[in-house]
């Protein structure tokens, strides 16, 4: 209780192999030494997030797609947007401008 699945399996990549990262000693140990060298190797940080913006039909890129319809509500016209909502494509992988901290990297940024 109090810990996420990738955690407590020694999945997480900043993990010491002191700290439940697996040492050579436990079941598969071959497997738990590659893991603790590899976490030793993980970098804290993020170079890339996922996209949070879509592409439309015609290939435009944006947050959200409305279309402009007519209703008639007695006897007068009335512009009204509808967003739409299929046909949109995701962005997909966006690379960052400058590396960020990945959040579940234990380090203190600024210390008051």
């Not at 699945?5 to 497997?31: D, H, I, N």
């Not at 797609?65 to 009204?80: L, M, P, S």
């Not at 966006?94 to 234990?106: G, S």
Request: net charge positive; glycine share 12%; aromatic share 8%.
């Amino acid at each position: 209780m109090g810990t996420s699945g990738s955690k407590s399996r020694g999945l997480w990549p900043f993990a010491s192999p002191a700290a439940g990262g697996g040492g050579a000693e436990g079941p598969g140990g071959q497997q738990a030494l590659a893991r603790a060298r590899a976490a030793r190797a993980a970098t804290p940080f993020v170079f890339t997030r996922r996209g949070s913006m879509y592409y439309d039909e015609d290939g435009d890129l944006a947050h959200e797609f409305y279309e402009e319809t007519i209703v008639t509500k007695n006897g007068r016209k009335r512009a009204k947007l509808k967003r739409i909502h299929k046909n949109l494509i995701p962005q997909g992988i966006v690379k960052l401008e400058h590396p960020r901290i990945h959040v579940d990297f234990p380090v203190i940024i600024c210390e008051v």
